[in-house]
């Protein structure tokens, strides 16, 4: 039988991942291989530089930067606390007047320049630490850097995300996944879960989630027009998930109001009530990145499809999204891979597919306009 190779979008009633847990610079790690971690378990640890703080001493003494080593009270490198005296000058007859400059910080008394009068103060550093963010165990451990994390897990990518990684108890409040999720739907019980929504969510409602302590929001789609609003900024091609809103949002189907995949619905809902890890990290360019929901399973979880198709594998009978125009965002399945090229509107000639929509109609469109939906 014809396959053929595509990007997707996954979703998996059961799956085993892999999850890189790294620091932004080297440091200690606290777990070992074989060791089984909750998504709260630090595995690793690290301290960033403190920010420096540049303060004029010459100027402030009112004397040339030759001066100031033999006015200096501190030696480079030694701890320095807040209001504590940094440098004096002499005074008048070695005994009146004096000037004395004290620390603006808690620190390190890093350096003096002679030659400017600069002294280079350092806050403390700033720890981090980095958890497991998947209940698993450790597969491998990356020296100094962090580690490897397997989980058994049902495993769910959006199309896209905004919000970084947070965590909860999965919670429906739509009934369909062509439901709308409306202000009533958000109530005072959503605090501190991960609401799964159906075909959309407005800019209003999602300002309610995010008041109503809400941790994550999944939904079909959202107004791109509202995005920038949310933001403060036009996104344009950045890498999302450091955003500082106070909640996590993923999107299933893209922008607008675009009913949620119906296996992607049944199986949030089959989870509802268990702990989600859910990052809303997205990178469309070179190195994709989708946003996801990953739901632990116990150890003898076992999938109720079977599958030997390598990832990416598309063949007849697979589910397919269109991310293109005239189909954007329409959900099929493959009819027919016609091995030949064929001559498009655009005139190039290009491997196409053949694509049955829901309604039972038959559409030929090039590979590259749509993505599989693997599950």
């Given amino acids: 039988m014809a396959f053929a190779y595509t990007p997707g979008l996954r979703v998996a009633d059961v799956a085993d991942i892999l999850k890189i847990r790294r620091l932004p610079l080297k440091g200690e790690v606290l777990a070992a291989v074989g060791d089984s971690i909750e998504a709260d378990t630090v595995v690793a640890r690290t301290e960033l530089p403190g920010n420096v703080k540049m303060f004029n001493i010459a100027n402030l003494l009112g004397v040339p930067p030759s001066d100031i080593p033999e006015l200096l009270l501190k030696k480079e490198g030694e701890v320095i606390s807040a209001d504590e005296p940094l440098a004096q000058s002499k005074g008048l007859f070695g005994k009146y007047f004096k000037n004395t400059v004290k620390s603006p910080i808690d620190g390190v008394f890093e350096s003096f320049n002679e030659i400017t009068g600069q002294a280079v103060l350092r806050e403390p550093p700033i720890p981090v630490e980095i958890d497991g963010y998947v209940k698993g165990k450790v597969t491998e451990v990356l020296s100094g850097e962090g580690v490897v994390v397997e989980t058994h897990c049902t495993f769910v990518q959006g199309i896209f995300g905004i919000g970084g990684e947070v965590r909860g108890e999965l919670k429906m409040v739509c009934s369909a996944p062509d439901q709308e999720i409306t202000a009533d739907k958000i109530t005072p019980d959503c605090k501190d879960k991960i609401v799964i929504g159906g075909n959309y969510i407005s800019h209003s409602v999602l300002k309610k989630a995010i008041s109503t302590g809400v941790k994550a929001v999944v939904a079909g789609g959202f107004d791109d027009k509202d995005l920038k609003d949310l933001l403060g900024f036009d996104l344009g091609v950045a890498i999302t998930g450091h955003e500082k809103l106070g909640i996590t949002l993923i999107l299933t189907e893209g922008f607008g ?32 990145m989708r946003p996801e929901i990953v739901v632990p399973l116990p150890a003898d979880a076992v999938s109720d499809t079977t599958s ?36 498009v509107d655009s005139e190039a000639k ?26």
Avoid: W
């Fill in 257 to 288: 109001k675009m009913t949620m995949a119906e296996g992607t619905f049944e199986l949030l809902k089959l989870r509802e009530g268990m702990v989600a890890s859910v990052n809303g990290a997205t990178q469309i360019r070179a190195g994709v």
């Fill in 308 to 343: 030997s198709k390598q990832a990416g594998a598309m063949d007849i009978g697979s589910s397919i999204r269109c991310i293109r125009s005239p189909f954007f965002g329409m959900i099929g399945r493959v009819a027919a891979l016609p091995p030949e090229l064929q001559v």
């Fill in 350 to 375: 290009v491997r196409v597919l053949e694509v049955e929509f829901h309604d039972g109609k038959r559409y030929t469109v090039p590979r590259a306009n749509v993505e599989l939906i693997e599950g």
